[in-house]
């Protein structure tokens, strides 16, 4: 094997590791990129349930509220049972204007609840701060110091096992 082959080979054997790890680099930006996309639309997903859910509870106590006032009316002819029926219709009624104070509080103070999750790990080494060229110049010192050490190394075995004519 000529000396130029293996240079050549040493050489194309580097810019593949550099290659290779600029690739791996740029990929570990990607998947950043697509946590961060992830956590930011669960985020608005879970704020827009719970204004759903808000919404849905203020429209229950409205309905409960329209529901206790139709309820008020009272016959003229009234007897124990009707009296019975008036308090239990009194107590609903009760519940009901004590639901539709929590909703209206509810609705005066609403603030979007942020939920926590739990935390994610950081990589090595994060997308923003990783330096491609940087990499690539390692990748290629590293890629040439092998191959410097491959020739070294086959150049000492040739040495080795010359056989000297007698």
């Known amino acids: 094997m000529s000396r130029t082959y293996r240079a050549l080979t040493t050489l194309a054997l580097s810019l593949a590791l550099v290659g290779t790890t600029a690739a791996v680099a740029s990929a570990a930006e990607d998947v950043n990129a697509q946590?961060?996309?992830?956590y930011q639309s669960q985020l608005a997903q879970n704020l827009a349930g719970q204004a759903a859910r808000t919404e849905a509870a203020?429209?229950?106590?409205?309905?409960?509220e329209h529901q206790a006032g139709a309820v008020t009316a009272q016959p003229l002819a009234e007897d124990q049972n009707d009296r019975l029926?008036?308090?239990i219709e009194a107590a609903q009624a009760g519940r009901t204007q004590t639901a539709v104070e929590q909703a209206r509080a509810?609705?005066?103070n609403l603030v979007p609840v942020v939920t926590i999750a739990a935390p994610q790990p950081t990589p090595a080494a994060p997308g923003r701060d990783v330096d491609v060229v940087a990499i690539a110049l390692l990748g290629l010192l590293g890629g040439l110091i092998g191959g410097a050490a491959v020739v070294a190394g086959t150049a000492?075995?040739?040495r080795r096992h010359r056989v000297v004519a007698a």
């Not at 946590?35 to 992830?38: P, Q, S």
């Not at 203020?58 to 409960?64: G, I, K």
């Open 58 to 64: 203020v429209e229950r106590a409205r309905a409960l």
């Open 35 to 38: 946590r961060k996309a992830l």
């Open 85 to 87: 029926l008036r308090g």
């Open 106 to 108: 509810g609705e005066r």
């Open 156 to 158: 000492a075995n040739r």
